[in-house]
C-alpha cells in the first residue's frame, strides 16, 4: 500500500464507519495470544468455516467448529453484547486515537479515509 496517497488527520471516521465489517484475521488472534492480550481475546467471536464451506461464528460462549478463519470483534465479555463503536476509541479535543494502535487489528491499520485522500504526484 502506498502511504504516500494518504494522510491521517486523527478524526476518528476509520472508528466509527462501517463498524459491522471489522474483522480480526487469525494473523490478529496469534498476535494476540503471543502477547497474552487475554483482554482483546475475550472481546472476539471466532468465525469457524464448517466442513460445508458456510462460515460462521462461534457465538457467545460457544463450542467451535470447523476451521479457524477470522473472528468478529468487539463484543462485551460479560454481556456477549457488540460495542456499538470501537471500545479502544479515543476523542481528545478535535483529534482521536487508538488505545491499542500498537496491537490493532490489520484491517483497521490498513483502512484508507477516503476523504483524506491525496492526489499522487
Request: aromatic share 10%; with cysteine; net charge positive.
Amino acid at each position: 500500500m502506498d502511504m504516500n496517497i494518504w494522510e491521517c488527520v486523527r478524526c476518528g471516521k476509520c472508528c466509527m464507519e462501517n463498524w459491522d465489517f471489522i474483522f480480526a484475521s487469525v494473523e490478529d488472534l496469534e498476535r494476540w495470544k503471543r502477547e497474552g492480550r487475554k483482554d482483546l481475546l475475550a472481546m472476539t467471536r471466532p468465525i469457524y468455516k464448517g466442513e460445508e464451506g458456510k462460515p460462521r461464528t462461534a457465538g457467545f460462549r460457544k463450542q467451535p467448529q470447523g476451521r479457524l478463519v477470522a473472528a468478529d470483534i468487539w463484543f462485551n465479555p460479560e454481556t456477549g453484547r457488540k460495542y456499538r463503536q470501537c471500545p479502544f476509541f479515543e476523542s481528545k479535543g478535535k483529534k482521536a486515537g487508538c488505545r491499542i494502535h500498537k496491537t490493532k487489528p490489520r484491517v483497521c491499520r490498513d483502512y484508507i479515509c477516503r476523504e483524506h485522500l491525496k492526489a499522487v504526484r
